[in-house]
């Protein structure tokens, strides 16, 4: 039992919109949509099973939101006017997140009038004046007005980090209490905060960094140097008061619900077991590990294992790093032999050693260490002593990697040290480790411990011990890749934007995967290619698409031979060389009137044009000023893709943003309801992208010289 209560409120909108945008579109077994409700639970039950196996909470409940109207727009009548409804297969699923909710025994809140973020603002305040702790789940940058060292904090589970006053101050570069002043003045697109035209993120912090608080600021314009910023800070001095009186959070309300009744009780299961079979989703009442009611013991899990083999099923056991390295795989191994059933074991790359090499440091090394002791740091608390030889890990002539070990980093250090481990031997604690985020902190084995703490490292972390710990300031790569710490919006297809998000992600870009189209084919038959002798291509979707049709057909590539076959660019090319087809002709621009000047030498009788349903008609309209009959073949068409919340505020939060297509800048800034933040590089893949952005009023700061992902990145690289 917990000394201190800790409750866990949950951003349920957050969840709910997640959810919906992660998986397909999906219906229960009465036919109602389901995807959206199918995530939630298995995002709840993860969150929800993992904190009862750890420290907290004691108290927990999921907040909502009861009405579109609230106070605020009262104040304001555009308040989130530019926020889309919601789509029509999501609405009917709202009721059913509620019933998942109590399924788990988990508190459901919403009160009309009130936002959720007002809720956990109210729940947030009362718990602390009980001497509460409390965690929001969540990465809304209006809650980050509420941490309080030690007291209050932020679970981030997308990116699986706490966000405590030192992460705000490294995203606004003030205190929590003054957050509210920085969104003030710089406004929120997302909500439709009106903020100071022309302040941005870093100008708004400079500003309340130097005078403290909004009203200190605007009765010192006097004292503004940039004449532009002055005069838009008097005339808009109403405004920004109006949009702090918007972002200021309501935290006197009634309590919904006593703060008693938010008790965490474990997840009951038949309420969850009756839901879960009304809905149908077998694979959630099947899951091996996660049964209802919490938490399996390892025997339970051996004894699922064996059942379902001995059904005839094909069973994964399903780890993380190795499975026989601290995964328990050795003893589910053993029930299955006892059960005379057969198994495959496929090893892995256990953390010990994957998160370490990330870090640049090698476990062994010719020079410091020959041999590496792999030890767990987290041993049952139940038991009356540790079943550790430290005096022999204090003698062992190698590299020690804890696992596990992050709280108990303090004991560590001391039995070492205490053992006769030398003091000021090298040490380092890895979080994070090969995942976005990864960091590494460095020290002695006497300082490590208050060294963690004082960088607020968090599970899951790796603890080296040894000589070899010091050789990460030579050896580390993760953090000197070409584009480490910069975050970049992606916004192409999500078919399509895998492999962009793959090449920035080795470069060390943290990709923010905000999808704003999405690409769906058309019906239709193979072209009828007789007497075509040219065949344009217009997009790498539409040579896809095409060679589907002609294999639908009983065809290959075999059909276009005879024929000039085009490419508007190299990506284009690139596509066709994959089934096996050199284009003939590829312009260096990858714009239409480029391909129609790289045509002009090449006779054409009857063209072939593969493309998409909406597209310029610039080639077309060029061959028939020729004399040419032209073929248009509509392969696909562009649609919106909805965003879901996390992700449109970290498009618009970015580093840099990219446009691949003037669709992606159409429907992104439709789904997004404004523009990037002024910090935000936009990035165009070339010239009909970059007039469609400034069709919008928008100027990109970096145009591909080449048109097609290479020179995208090629740019980003050259302007980072």
């Known amino acids: ?75 304001y009548d555009l308040y989130k006017a530019n926020r889309p409804p919601p789509p029509e297969d999501l609405i009917p699923q709202f009721p059913l997140i509620r019933v998942a909710t109590r399924a788990f025994s988990i508190p459901c809140i919403e009160e009309n009038g009130l936002e959720a973020d ?40 997308m990116n699986d980090r706490r966000i ?43 500003l309340i960094q130097q005078y403290g608080d909004l009203e200190t600021v605007l009765a010192s314009t006097a004292e503004i140097t940039k004449p532009k910023l002055k005069q838009n800070l008097i005339e808009h001095a109403e405004m920004a008061r109006l949009s702090r009186k918007l972002v200021e959070l309501v935290c006197d309300s009634p309590l919904p619900e006593p703060l008693e009744d938010l008790a965490l009780k474990g997840i009951p299961p038949e309420p969850l077991k009756e839901f879960l079979e009304d809905m149908g989703f077998k694979s959630l009442l099947n899951r091996v590990g996660k049964e209802p009611g919490g938490s399996v013991q390892q025997r339970d899990i051996g004894a699922e294992l064996v059942a379902r ?37 496929v090893p892995g790359i256990t953390a010990g050693i994957a998160a370490p090499a990330y870090a640049g440091i090698p476990v062994t090394h010719r020079d410091a260490a020959s041999a590496v002791a792999f030890v767990t740091g987290h041993e049952d608390p ?100 070409p ?33 704003a189209i999405r690409i769906v084919a058309l019906p239709g038959d193979a072209p009828d290619l007789d007497g075509t002798d040219l065949v344009c291509l217009t997009s790498p979707n539409g040579v896809r698409l095409l060679f589907h049709r002609l294999r639908a057909a009983g065809m290959d590539a075999r059909a276009l031979h005879g024929r000039t076959v085009a490419a508007i660019g190299p990506g284009t090319a690139r596509a066709l060389r994959e089934h096996g087809i050199e284009p003939d002709v590829v312009p260096e621009r990858s714009v239409a009137e480029s391909l129609v000047e790289a045509l002009a030498p090449i006779p054409v009788t009857r063209a072939l044009i593969a493309r998409a349903a909406e597209a310029r008609d610039v080639l077309p309209d060029a061959l028939r000023e020729r004399g040419a009959r032209v073929d248009v073949l509509p392969l696909y068409e562009t649609v919106a893709e909805q965003l879901d919340a996390d992700a449109r505020t970290a498009a618009l939060q970015a580093d840099y943003i990219t446009f691949t297509s003037s669709s992606t800048v159409t429907y992104f800034l439709d789904a997004a309801g404004g523009p990037p933040g002024p910090d935000t590089r936009i990035v165009s893949i070339g010239p009909v992208t970059t007039a469609t952005l400034r069709e919008h009023g928008l100027e990109p700061h970096v145009e591909a010289r080449r048109h097609d992902i290479e020179g995208v990145i090629s740019a980003i690289l050259e302007d980072a």
């Open 164 to 206: 405590g006053v030192t992460e705000v101050l490294e995203k606004f570069g003030v205190a929590p209490e003054k957050v509210g002043d920085v969104l003030a003045l710089m406004g929120d697109s997302v909500d439709n905060v009106p903020g100071v035209p022309g302040v941005g993120p870093k100008t708004a912090t400079q």
């Open 483 to 515: 584009l480490n710490g910069r975050s970049i919006a992606v916004t192409r297809a999500r078919a399509q934007a895998s492999g962009l998000a793959a090449r920035l992600r080795a470069l060390g870009a943290e990709v923010v995967e905000a999808p």
């Open 118 to 157: 007002d809720i956990i603002a109210c729940y947030t305040y009362a718990a602390v004046r009980a001497g509460w702790k409390v965690t929001i789940v969540s990465s809304d940058k209006d809650l980050m007005q509420l941490i309080d060292d030690g007291k209050v904090d932020m679970l981030d589970t």
């Open 382 to 481: 139940d038991k009356p002593e540790s079943l550790l030889d430290w005096e022999a890990l204090a003698r062992f002539p190698g590299t020690l990697v804890f696992y596990m070990g992050v709280k108990a980093l303090p004991r560590i250090a001391d039995a070492l040290t205490n053992a006769g481990r030398a003091p000021d031997e090298p040490a380092a604690v890895i979080e994070r480790g090969t995942l976005p985020g990864q960091r590494t902190v460095l020290a002695t084995l006497a300082t490590i411990a208050d060294a963690a703490t004082e960088a607020t490292i968090r599970p899951p972390s790796i603890t080296v011990v040894g000589p070899v710990a010091a050789l990460a300031e030579r050896l580390r790569w993760l953090e000197d890749r």
């Open 309 to 345: 083999a001995q059904r005839g099923q094909t069973v994964v056991r399903l780890k993380g790093g190795d499975p026989f390295v601290f995964g328990r795989g050795g003893e589910e191994a053993e029930v299955l032999r006892a059960a005379g059933i057969r198994y495959e074991v």
């Open 1 to 75: 039992m917990a000394d201190q209560n800790h409750l866990y409120l949950v951003d349920g909108s957050s969840y709910i919109f997640r959810a919906y945008h992660r998986l397909p579109p999906l219906t229960n077994r009465h036919g109602v949509p389901a995807g959206a409700v199918y995530g939630y639970t298995a995002m709840l039950w993860k969150l929800a099973d993992g904190l009862n196996r750890a420290d907290g909470p004691t108290h927990m409940a999921v907040i909502l939101d009861a009405s579109e109207e609230t106070h605020r727009n009262k104040m």
